[in-house]
Nanobody, 120 residues
Framework: QVQLVESGGGLVQAGGSLRLSCAAS????????MGWFRQAPGKEREFAAG????????YYANSVKGRFTISRDNAKNTVYLQMNSLKPEDTAVYYC?????????????WGQGTQVTVSS
């Protein structure tokens, strides 16, 4: 069983930056594809970014492409999401997730989420 704990959320002005972290424990981190998802109020959870086990493959939703960067440090059992040029529409609870199969999914383990609020 993998436990995931996100951190780094907060309140930021539009145009600003935040870096989210997700620390994993209880499993072999390097064997999991990892992803970041987000859920805005009144909306369904949506995929934001994913990264392969070996860090070579990354994939982004069109809405964040060019502004967000996903990365991982397998030695630290941590995945990151660097978010730049933030917009009010990026306001959401951000979740990290781990997949036993592929960073394309399905995802089997989820963190509790961290709130990101972007003010205009």
């Amino acid at each position: 069983q993998v436990q995931l704990v996100e951190s780094g959320g907060g309140l930021v002005q539009a145009g600003g930056s935040l870096r989210l972290s997700c620390a994993a424990s209880g499993g072999t981190f390097s064997s999991y594809g990892m992803g970041w998802f987000r859920q805005a109020p009144g909306k369904e959870r949506e995929f934001a970014a994913g990264i392969s086990r070996n860090e070579i493959g990354t994939y982004y939703a069109n809405s964040v492409k060019g502004r967000f960067t996903i990365s991982r440090d397998n030695a630290k059992n941590t995945v990151y999401l660097q978010m730049n040029s933030l917009k009010p529409e990026d306001t959401a609870v951000y979740y990290c997730a781990a997949s036993r199969t592929s960073w394309l999914g399905p995802y089997h383990y989820w963190g509790q989420g961290t709130q990101v609020t972007v003010s205009s």
